[in-house]
């Protein structure tokens, strides 16, 4: 290790920025904000993260703070049937990464927000789940199920709501196509009658929302 006349050398003063001006753009990072941070593996698609602090030191080296978002197929468990392609997890994992490593910028939406868009950008993602790292857990560790196939809500798949029981169901799960489950305006799963009641077009809302469910958007 390199050494001053008197011992170790001094580490540079650091001083905390309010912004970051992201190289080649005009596009200003503050505190709190979401990036998109590049890969050391080219062909993988950017890490997401929300930036914690910003400094520079007195060579004008800018560093943030940041702390992760992980996508599905980095936890342990793996990416399952009911993520969608936009989902991330807010982890507890925090890191010192050179400003000059953001890209870009993103919106990481709650996911009642982010079922409520009109339109998904390539910037838009959303979190519902709180993700530990080094265990693997999930906070929460539960959340509501849907159709017989009990699985959480996916707002990329579409789904149809029972005017009888009120639950939701995948239209694969009840026999039918997405083209048939786009003509339904009115539905009964079959333990509220044996008969699906087919009438003109549109239809419901998504589950725990009184939202439009279209193929619009591209447990844990």
């Known amino acids: 290790m390199a050494k001053t006349r008197h011992g170790l050398m001094p580490k540079l003063p650091k001083r905390n920025l309010d912004s970051y001006t992201i190289r080649g753009t005009n596009k200003v990072v503050r505190v709190g904000d979401c990036v998109l941070m590049r890969p050391s593996d080219t062909g993988k698609p950017p890490y997401v993260a929300c930036v914690e602090k910003i400094e520079s030191d007195s060579r004008n080296n800018v560093k943030v703070r940041v702390r992760w978002y992980y996508r599905p197929e980095e936890s342990i468990g793996g990416r399952r049937q009911f993520h969608g392609a936009k989902e ?8 010192i990464q050179s400003a000059h490593t953001i890209e870009g910028k993103c919106i990481v939406h709650s996911f009642r927000d982010y079922t409520k868009l009109e339109n998904v950008g390539a910037e838009d993602y959303y979190c519902r789940f709180e993700y530990k790292a080094a265990t693997g857990a999930f906070i929460p560790d539960r959340v509501a199920v849907y159709c017989k196939c009990e699985m959480p809500y996916n707002p990329d798949d579409l789904m149809v709501q029972c005017e009888g029981c009120k639950d939701w169901y995948h239209p694969a799960c009840v026999g039918m196509t997405i083209e048939e489950a786009k003509q339904l305006d009115l539905f009964e799963c079959s333990e509220c009658s044996h008969d699906v009641k087919h009438v003109e077009n549109g239809f419901s809302s998504s589950p725990g929302d009184d939202i ?8 844990r």
């Not at 991330?88 to 890191?95: G, K």
């Not at 439009?212 to 447990?219: C, L, T």
């Open 88 to 95: 991330l997890f807010l982890s507890d994992h925090y890191d």
């Open 212 to 219: 439009k469910v279209e193929s619009k958007r591209q447990k």
